[in-house]
């Protein structure tokens, strides 16, 4: 069966732009995980979404968001670009929201912000 | 807060020889433990996990871990490495209830050479 998609691979912004980052789950998986990685701070977690509700949230600035749909999919969303928030974005997809179901990690978002 | 440790950034071994990535934890009651692999520009792979039915975990392509409460700790093992082992591993520790969100080691890179 199909792996977690994350669309696009690679996006180039500018400082001050925003952006969206899209992830599709495998079928049915009703869990959504963000992380972020970076070179110096290493994967960091972002937020968690279980049937469109926001679980848990890392430690981020408000101007990371993010959102679920009915059908699981999910999105997120950067405002006001820095160049700090360069990194691979990750997202995870698991069947439940326990800590004992395994999370499927899609391919990243390379994120460069010029 | 839980955390993990993972000792030494980069892990470098002769092909054939054994792999021992080191991973402690820091947690007040046993966590659920996993550890990770990622090749150049991929997303995360899951090796293997602890979740307290058995100490000696084993996982996919010949690696293992053993869960170690006296010592918190939960290294990687592989009796004999492959060139195609090359990669980042990481290690993570999820609480034991409640939401799923791990938290990640800094990695280690691990170098193969013939």
């Known amino acids: 069966k199909a792996g977690v998609t994350q669309t696009p691979r690679y996006l180039i912004k500018t400082r001050g732009q925003q952006v969206t980052l899209s992830c599709s789950p495998i079928?049915?998986?009703?869990?959504v995980s963000w992380y972020q990685q970076t070179p110096g701070q290493g994967l960091q977690f972002l937020f968690e979404?279980?049937?469109?509700?926001?679980?848990n949230k890392g430690n981020f600035p408000g101007r990371f968001s993010g959102r679920q749909f009915s059908n699981s999919r999910s999105e997120m969303n950067v405002s006001t670009l820095e160049l700090g928030d360069s990194a691979l974005y990750l997202c995870?997809?698991?069947?439940?929201?326990?800590?004992?179901?395994?999370?499927?990690f899609g391919q990243g978002t390379r994120l460069t912000v010029v | 807060a839980q955390s993990v440790t993972q000792l030494g950034s980069h892990v470098s071994v002769s092909e054939g020889a054994l792999v021992l990535l080191r991973c402690n934890y820091s947690?007040?009651?046993?966590?659920?433990l996993f550890w990770y692999v990622q090749y150049p520009n991929q997303g995360l792979q899951l090796l293997l996990k602890?979740?307290?039915?058995?100490?000696l975990v084993k996982g996919i392509n010949g690696f293992e871990a053993e869960f170690k409460k006296s010592e918190t700790s939960f290294h990687l093992t592989k009796p004999s490495a492959h060139m195609s082992d090359a990669a980042e591993y990481f290690c993570?520790?999820?609480?034991?209830?409640?939401?799923?969100?791990?938290?990640f080691g800094k990695g280690t890179m691990l170098l193969v050479s013939p």
């Open positions: 995870a997809s698991s069947v439940g929201q326990g800590p004992y179901t395994e999370a499927f």
């Open positions: 079928s049915g998986h009703r869990s």
């Open positions: 979404y279980f049937s469109e509700t926001q679980r």
């Open positions: 947690s007040s009651v046993p966590p659920y």
């Open positions: 602890y979740t307290s039915a058995a100490t």
């Open positions: 993570a520790v999820s609480p034991n209830s409640g939401y799923s969100t791990l938290t």
